[in-house]
């Protein structure tokens, strides 16, 4: 039987997961055995048990437990699960909870960058995008379209926020993901010369007079290459376009200058390791 728990009382510490902890104290770099995230749907918490993510307490509507949430409830044997109405789950968290179910998961152990980089063709490279919008689109696009892995610059939003790991619709568990260092001077730096050394060219998609376009054929002929994507708004920093071996433009149509970083990779990832390539 699942292990149920109606909710009575909002301030039970069991539930600041859910109501009071920051998706920043969740991380809680001091103990990392113990940092969580909040899986948000069926899709995406069935994702994060494939990886291997352990569950430690789920909060949804009464009749999800034996309704979309069935399957999730079956592969958690004894795992509290705290249940309400859908008014009284919207008063606790502050949103409305429209995906059915959240779960409080521990994090998983991340792999290195070298380990990613290992036998990989294909990398993305986030520098400090901060929109969890667009982190877990650009995983989506990468999953999608067979990007073997990403690293992110110490700046970037965590991909296990509720939001990025929603939007990318649980992909943030199927592609392999780390971090290029821990701090801001990290990157560009040795986070370059550490791809130098693990073999891959650098392709920075960025408007420059000296760009090529993101079809020239010398791109695809890159045994290893690093697509390098730039934070909402200001783009790639100066000092990493100069850094890459590549500067990338996409061809716009109608005076459009620009497109949104995430429709930017899905475009740049399709031209540079489609499926059908």
């Known amino acids: 039987m699942p292990n149920v728990i109606d909710i009575t009382d909002f301030n039970d510490p069991r539930l600041d997961v859910f109501a009071r902890l920051t998706e920043a104290q969740l991380l809680n770099r001091q103990e990392p055995s113990n940092a969580m995230f909040i ?25 999800h437990i034996e309704g979309q949430a069935a399957d999730v409830v079956a592969r958690c044997p004894g795992v509290p699960i705290f249940t309400a109405e859908f008014d009284v789950l919207t008063q606790l968290t502050g949103f409305a909870l429209t995906r059915g179910v959240l779960c409080a998961m521990l994090r998983p152990q991340q792999p290195s960058v070298e380990d990613i980089c290992k036998n990989a063709r294909r990398i993305a490279i986030l520098e400090d995008i901060m929109n969890p919008t667009n982190v877990g689109a650009i995983f989506r696009s990468a999953a999608a379209l067979g990007v073997d892995g990403v690293l992110l610059t110490p700046g970037c939003s965590d991909p296990l926020y509720r939001r990025s790991a929603r939007v990318s619709m649980g992909t943030v568990f199927q592609v392999p993901w780390a971090y290029l260092g821990e701090e801001m001077f990290d990157w560009p730096g040795p986070g370059m010369e ?27 002929a890159e045994e290893k290459l690093a697509i390098v994507l730039g934070t909402e708004g200001d783009g790639l920093a100066t000092k990493t376009i100069a850094a890459c071996d590549y500067t990338v433009r996409i061809p716009m149509a109608r005076g459009v200058d620009s497109l949104n970083v995430a429709a930017a990779s899905a475009v740049a990832f399709w031209q540079l390791n489609g499926p059908c390539k």
């Open 39 to 63: 899986a948000e749907s069926p899709k995406v918490i069935h994702r994060a048990l494939d990886l291997g993510c352990r569950p430690v307490s789920m909060l949804m509507e009464r009749r």
């Open 194 to 220: 550490l791809l130098r050394k693990l073999g891959f060219k650098t392709a920075a998609m960025a408007l420059s007079d000296d760009s090529v376009s993101v079809d020239d054929p010398r791109l695809a």
